[in-house]
């Protein structure tokens, strides 16, 4: 099963690298992890996209809790929620492949952010599935280069973590 | 008040109330030897490795409930620490250990004796600091402190580059009174619904037992956990953790369970219908294999950390809380809604569990000839019972043995590494109790292998005049090792042979102490009435024991309670002790 657990934590050096000793030290998956300070610029947000059976994600939740850093933590996966991943994609695009690049991209609502003689770099955000419905239709001939940011997550409606 | 980092240290050490810091000096700690130096509301203890620092801080907060301090140097100080410090991490022993770093400046240059500490010890702490700025030492000491007693207790560090505690750096010093932190909260009461769910069928068992842990030493709920055996009646089981924790000649006491504990215990969990699991945490040499563990229980948890709940065996009624706070709790609802066990299904289960006991699984054959490591303790409990006592071991089979055969009737006065299972562990950790209990008696039953990994120390012992009684049950062999060769490796001994043993006897007399060699079961009893009569000398006796005892009843690694190998000599005709 798959899970989203976001988790705010207070912004101190260290902090990351308890929840990654964590994961490592007790043997769990971590498919991405993102992390960044919020507007208060004491805590951090972190996303964790994690995968286990029922009784691991209990320990993860728990485990992560006990982290005398986590502020609070709540697994989106049981409520609606929104995901998001930034991806910015280089591919090469000459010739005849131009112009059909440039419609891909338009139809999975991309935008190309650079441009040189015989390549776009595309920028384009949505669920993780859809960027890698992307990557499948560019196919693996025209990729130069991708990098995605890890799967970002918020609680839809009046839902919040703070 | 102005004070520079190095003063607020030792400042905030005695503003916690703390009477003895046990560490080893070097560079990067100079300056806050320096201030130690200058006062003496503290008593600093000189080890003499400091792994036995860290060990020394936790016998004494074993034995106090206090919090143990450590102070180390940075590189190889803390290295050397790491034993004492993970030692007390999976124990759950509030510990603070504060370690000097190479100064913020050259952080991460490979300077002189640098290590990461925070890094290397991340795994093994609570909680752990580096303090980058003298105003954020009083503030992190004070949370160091809170964060290790609180809660589920633990070792935390607080790493300091040398900078911080510069002499000539003063700041204005105010100790916090008080601290709340955003992101730790530990839990203090159960949910009062969770714990009526539990009496409830507590009151409808047949087969109850009670199970309980390091937990009710760490939370000083003996006297409640007594009041709740006397009340119901049920059967009271400890873990290797746990004994102390009740009265050990207690009636209801069946003894320790799990790997090496007795028969009329495993079996019970075996064939319980509700089990009450009270500040334990289901360790694997508890449980053996989990799909055999208590299959036909319900199962009522209580503990600190929600961690411990659920996550080895699932449960059924998790009760979060400090377990003093929830056997008050439990207790009173039980009075107050005059709440009565099922006493005609207990009586039964008590015949059943009275027929297992009289198995007497611990029996052992007895000999005039050789020392039996069971005799060597059971005499050792006749000449001690009635002192003031405190025992602390080695990891082995003379721990196994010290567990079964002296039966403590109260808690926090035995004091071993379970989690970790630290050899050299015994000795220092008999120093930090001796010093909190300068007038108790304290031993320290250990191996010849486990007691020369912390030989050093008798150094200490005699710097700072502690009379302890260290029992080496000398087997010759690394007998725990030996005893898994001999059943699960057809007897073959790799590297289990303890060979070019010192004189035992000289070597305690080039320390400054008395040494003894007992080898003759006729002598022992004497030979401990003169060493517990010499009450100021530390006595060593080197006492020779059977080479190959084994320590029964076992569970093998992966068996169910149901499957242990009772001792050969059960089914002898002969006459056992
Ligand atoms: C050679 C060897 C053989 C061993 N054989 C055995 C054996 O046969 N049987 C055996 O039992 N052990 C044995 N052990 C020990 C074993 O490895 C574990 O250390 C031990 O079983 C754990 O004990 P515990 O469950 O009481 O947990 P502890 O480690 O004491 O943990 C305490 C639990 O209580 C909780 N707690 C702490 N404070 C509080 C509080 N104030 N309120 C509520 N909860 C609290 C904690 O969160 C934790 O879950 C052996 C060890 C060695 C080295
Ligand atoms: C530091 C450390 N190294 C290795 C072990 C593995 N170990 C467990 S018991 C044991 C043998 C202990 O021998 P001894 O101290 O003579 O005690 P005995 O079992 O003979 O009573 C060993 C090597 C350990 N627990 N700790
Ligand atoms: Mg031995």
Redo the contacts between chains.
Sequence with gaps: MQRIIAVLLENESGALSRVANLFTARGYNIESLTVAPTEDPSLSRMTIVTRGDENVLEQITKQLNKLIDVVKLMDLTEGPHIERELMMIKVRADGGVREEVKRMSDIFRGRIIDVAANQYTIEMTGGSQKLDAFIQVLGEECIIETVRSGVMGIARGNKHLV | MELSGAEIVVQALKDEGVEYVWGYPGGAVLHIYDALFKQEAIQHILVRHEQAATHAADGYARATGKVGVALVTSGPGATNAVTGIATAFMDSIPMVVVSGQVPTPVIGSDAFQEVDT??IT??CV???F?VKRVQDIAMTMKKAFY?AASGRPGPVVVDIPKDVTDPDIKVSYVYPATIQ????MPVERGHSGQIRKAVDFMMQAKRPVIYTGGGVVLGDASENLYKLAQVTGFPVTNTLMGLGGYPATDQLFLGMLGMHGTYEANMAMHETDVLIAIGARFDDRVTGKIAHFCPHAKIIHIDV???SI??TV?VDVPIVGQVNNVLEDMLRLIEEMQRKPDVKALSDWWARIEGWRSVNCLSYLPSDQVIKPQKAVDALYQVTREMDFYLTSDVGQHQMFAAQFYPFDKPRRWINSGGLGTMGFGLPAAMGVQQAFPEATVACVTGEASIQMCIQELATCKQYDLPLKIILLNNGYMGMVRQWQEFFYDGRYSHSYVDALPDFIKLSESFGHVGMQVTNPADLEAAYREAFGMRDRLVFMDIVVDPEENVYPMIEAGKGHHEMHMSPYLSSERELA
């Design positions: 925070v890094g991340r795994p609570k909680h752990n580096l964060i932190m955003r992101s730790y950390d929600p961690a659920s996550k699932r």
